[in-house]
T-cell receptor
Framework: GQNIDQPTEMTATEGAIVQINCTYQ??????LFWYQQHAGEAPTFLSY????GLEEKGRFSSFLSRSKGYSYLLLKELQMKDSASYLC??????????FGAGTTVTVRA | TAGITQAPTSQILAAGRSMTLRCTQD?????MYWYRQDLGLGLRLIHY???????GKGEVPDGYSVSRANTDDFPLTLASAVPSQTSVYFC????????????FGPGTRLTVL
């Protein structure tokens, strides 16, 4: 089976930086996705990593280490609108997405 | 562009009744998926379809059936609903399956009493 772990909740202050960690143990690895989900809405795509290293996209960056089964999503210059759940998902040998339970980030003024 | 639409937005259903959740995409994507999302469990794959005319079982298929008669539509049917099927259901699609990015519909909130 697939095991994907991420913290349940995180709180940070507007303008700060938050790092959301994700560790995984899966049957094979064919890529890792991060999605953002606002309350009551659909998940929306943030990033995709398949090779080791850092992918930067504006205020959001995602890092992957395949040897450690580890990824993180870095949110910089936090804004109130960044309050949401962040979902880590891994594609295994079956080429299907397996999701973690999600990390709810609350941004305080 | 509409992307992916789902209907209904929400529904309350009596246990034992049947229900079909509708999903339509206008992106001409080959692959489509159905997930359920429950608090503390994350999204779990129910059924998928890699292309029109084919379907496959995901992680939690029991009690659900799907069909894929054409590229655009992927309905999910609950033949005889039970309270444990109370959940938020998301439909998603991707261009060709595999590692392609999945795009999600707005969801259907289903309550089975």
């Amino acid at each position: 089976g697939q095991n994907i772990d991420q913290p349940t909740e995180m709180t940070a202050t507007e303008g700060a930086i938050v790092q959301i960690n994700c560790t995984y143990q899966t049957s094979g690895f064919n890529g890792l996705f991060w999605y953002q989900q606002h309350a009551g809405e659909a998940p929306t795509f943030l990033s995709y990593n398949v090779l080791d290293g850092l992918e930067e996209k504006g205020r959001f960056s995602s890092f992957l280490s395949r040897s450690k089964g580890y990824s993180y999503l870095l949110l910089k210059e936090l804004q109130m609108k960044d309050s949401a759940s962040y979902l880590c998902a891994v594609i295994g040998n079956d080429y299907k997405l397996s999701f973690g339970a999600g990390t709810t980030v609350t941004v305080r003024a | 562009t509409a992307g992916i639409t789902q209907a209904p937005t929400s529904q309350i259903l009596a246990a034992g009744r049947s229900m079909t959740l509708r999903c339509t995409q206008d992106m001409r994507h080959n692959a489509m998926y159905w997930y359920r999302q429950d608090l503390g469990l994350g999204l779990r794959l129910i059924h998928y379809s890699n292309t029109a005319g084919t379907t496959g079982k995901g992680e939690v298929p029991d009690g659900y059936s799907v069909s894929r008669a054409n590229t655009d539509d992927f309905p999910l049917t609950l033949a005889s609903a039970v309270p444990s099927q109370t959940s938020v259901y998301f439909c998603a699609s991707s261009e060709a399956g595999g590692q392609d990015t999945q795009y999600f519909g707005p969801g259907t909130r289903l309550t089975v009493l």
